[in-house]
């Protein structure tokens, strides 16, 4: 473990020219797009959440360990970190400091020296900061204030301190609850959110809900929201939970695309994202280190299937790095004693695969895009058969988890020639296939290595439009100025 961190200062040396690389908030703070689907900055450039889950990273990792995270985490793309703030009261760092010297007076929140608790949350924030990447805080998780540990005038205090501390931070996303329904403990929630609304009016806010919840479902009205979030949750098809409050139905446990249209079905309409679906890693189900595992093929599907239902991002998670398994880790969600460390897990496929869908998103025009399942002709397939179909004024978009055939009706975008790819979303390698007439077409992609899932992208662009270049390789290739060409000038 210290031989990995000894060259830290090297690595990160390395790569510094490439953080000083344009920062998302330099076109302004977030803010939701006009339509009401989307996030931009306040000068209408697109912002792609594209998130990872590093929950415990204020707790488990010291400085060398975070800068060495948040530069994997730029590297791969990733723009937003979410992270528990604290997951105790009191909650101590891995350098033995307190949160709450104090309890939530937060006077004695920062005891003279280096690496207290908020001076080493400070350094992750500044740290994320130069690499470009938004912190998503948690300011506390849901089960502390079910088990009664902080109450309305506790969380008022709370909020003050967070939102009077980071409320000058570019890169701060403020993310209420912690997989807990809103309506466990309502009025400790509401206070805390009003009042870092109330000292911070320029960060964005949402909420993270319990597994297979949206929102929506308590806060639709709430005037701190700005943007949803749903928990797909980590159960395989035909893991019941038997509650009837869930907004998609048992059976359907892997459909997280279902959440988007039962988020909008909530007014007003706001832009709504996956804040956690399955983790690469983890159990089916969560509890039981004997399951079988979520592969990188299995997150890429929740990633696509959700961004193509309409929404405005994604968060990818993985086992060790959202609990960031240390040696001696003997306890954990799905831990059996033989996972990865959390250093080990930022090679896993999965964890490098998600700036594909970024980087397809950000390469063509941005703010029209819609779901359209419509553009599919005929009988839709179920579970891992289905295609997720969205569409732009001039270009449509079909991920194909099983490489099933597509009747794709090419007449609902402009133009009377038409350009096809397909991206393999495992690489974002492009092939092109051809160029077609304005028709309704069958494209059927073969699985080149049967027995192993070779999940991709349909891509039809009005061929008057040069968005991608025939003899473009990769996705992730596109130069700049093709990422930004979103403004839909």
């Not at 019941?240 to 007003?268: C, F, L, Q």
């Not at 004997?290 to 086992?319: I, K, L, M, P």
């Not at 059927?444 to 991608?468: C, E």
Request: proline letters at 5%.
């Amino acid at each position: 473990m210290r031989k990995i961190f000894f060259a830290i200062a090297l690595v990160l040396s390395l790569g510094g020219a490439q953080a000083q690389n344009v920062k998302p908030w330099s076109g302004g703070r977030l803010m939701v797009s006009a339509n009401h689907r989307y996030l931009q900055t306040a000068n209408g450039k697109p912002f792609f959440w594209l998130g990872d889950t590093g929950w415990l990273l204020p707790e488990k990792l010291n400085r060398d360990e975070a800068a060495y995270y948040l530069e994997h985490c730029r590297k791969a793309g990733f723009n937003v970190v979410q992270v528990q703030v604290i997951d105790g009261v009191p909650c101590y760092n891995i350098y033995g400091q307190s949160s709450n010297p104090d309890g939530f007076n937060m006077q004695a929140a920062d005891p003279k020296g280096v690496y207290s608790y908020w001076d080493h949350m400070d350094y992750i924030v500044k740290k994320a900061e130069e690499n470009g990447i938004y912190i998503g805080m948690v300011p506390i998780w849901g089960g502390l204030v079910k088990r009664g540990l902080m109450n309305v005038e506790q969380a008022k205090a709370y909020g003050r301190f967070l939102a009077g501390r980071y409320k000058n931070s570019p890169n701060i996303i403020w993310i209420i609850g912690g997989d807990i329904q809103g309506n466990v403990k309502p009025e400790v929630w509401n206070a805390l959110a009003t009042t870092i609304k109330q000292y911070d009016p320029n960060h964005v806010m949402t909420y993270h809900p319990r597994g297979r919840y949206t929102s929506a479902k308590w806060w639709s009205k709430a005037p701190w929201i700005d943007f949803h979030m749903f928990q797909s949750g980590h159960r395989k098809y035909g893991q019941r939970m038997g509650n009837a409050d869930y907004p998609i139905p048992d059976n359907t446990e892997e459909d997280n695309w279902m959440y988007v249209d039962s988020t909008w079905a909530y007014k007003p309409m706001k832009p709504v994202l996956d804040g956690e679906p399955s983790y690469e890693g983890i159990p089916k189900g969560l509890h039981d280190p004997n399951e079988e595992r979520w592969q990188d093929y299995d997150v890429r599907r929740y990633a696509y299937w959700s961004v193509f239902a309409g929404s405005c991002g994604h968060t990818y998670g993985n086992n060790s790095i959202m609990q960031m398994i240390k040696p001696g880790t003997s306890t954990g969600y799905g831990v059996s004693g033989k996972e990865k460390y959390w250093y080990e897990a930022l090679e896993d496929p999965g964890f490098s695969e998600m700036q594909y869908l970024k980087d397809l998103m950000l390469s063509l025009p941005y703010f029209d895009r819609v779901p359209d399942q419509t553009l599919i002709v005929g009988k839709n397939g179920t579970k891992y058969n289905r295609l997720l179909a969205t569409r732009g004024n001039d270009y449509i978009l079909v991920y194909n988890y099983n490489c099933v055939p597509m009747k794709i009706d090419l007449t609902k975008i402009t133009g009377e020639k038409k350009n096809v790819w397909w991206m393999n979303a495992a690489t974002g390698e492009l092939t092109y296939i051809c160029q077609c007439d304005n028709k309704v077409k069958t494209f059927s992609q073969q699985n080149p290595t049967p027995g192993h899932v070779y999940d991709g992208v349909l891509i039809v662009i009005d061929a008057s439009k040069n968005y991608i270049a025939k003899d473009q390789k990769q996705i992730s290739n596109m130069s700049l100025a093709d990422k930004t060409r979103n403004l839909n000038e």
